[in-house]
């Protein structure tokens, strides 16, 4: 399907808003929305509730970041209560993880507080108009995940070499001239 030019504009200019309000409410709201999770413990603890436990490196597939950074993160929400490693019995070497009962119980209070901001912010909706709004959104997500899988990785930037300067002789060298 082709859009119009203006409506790609507008499109792109309410999620571009949409965006900016997230991320100017974000800061704000975080205590209120996530309590005492860390900003990155609801990225970890749903695809762990949703998919049980895992491999570290399965988990980071899952949530699309780096090994090492999910290792990071997964340590601190074990440090905090929320997750709980087993020795894997497939490999020792490895571990599961899953999601702990605190975990479990954050996540029901980062639902609920999610759910409540939600409603206040569609209280002048119908359940009509969020259901379409819903059905929608998903459905624009997915497309914007398969375009942006569908285009190829950009090419590096050439940079330009940096002009040398060449480096003054020292003065001892100068003075046998």
């Given at each position: ?19 900016r ?9 975080a ?61 020792g070497r ?7 009962a ?11 507080a999610r ?13 009509d108009e ?7 959104l998903?459905?624009?997500a ?12 950009p ?20 003075n046998?001239?």
């Open positions: 399907m082709q859009l119009t030019r203006e409506t790609a504009e507008r499109l792109t200019a309410g999620v571009s808003h949409l965006v309000t997230v991320k100017h409410l974000g800061h704000r709201v205590a209120d929305l996530y309590g005492d999770l860390p900003s990155f413990g609801w990225a970890i603890l749903v695809p762990l509730e949703q998919g049980g436990e895992q491999r570290c490196s399965a988990l980071a597939d899952r949530v699309g970041v780096d090994v090492s950074v999910t290792s990071r993160q997964v340590a601190a929400l074990e440090r905090a209560g929320y997750v709980q490693r087993r020795p894997d019995p497939l490999d490895a571990s599961l993880i899953s999601v702990s605190d975990g479990v119980a954050a996540l029901g209070r980062t639902r609920d759910s409540q901001w939600v409603a206040d912010a569609l209280s002048d909706w119908t359940e969020a259901r379409q709004f819903t059905a929608l998903e459905k624009f997915a497309g914007l995940d398969r375009a942006g899988r569908q285009r190829p990785p090419s590096p930037v050439a940079v330009p070499p940096t002009p040398r300067t060449p480096f003054p002789a020292p003065r001892h060298q100068e046998r001239r």
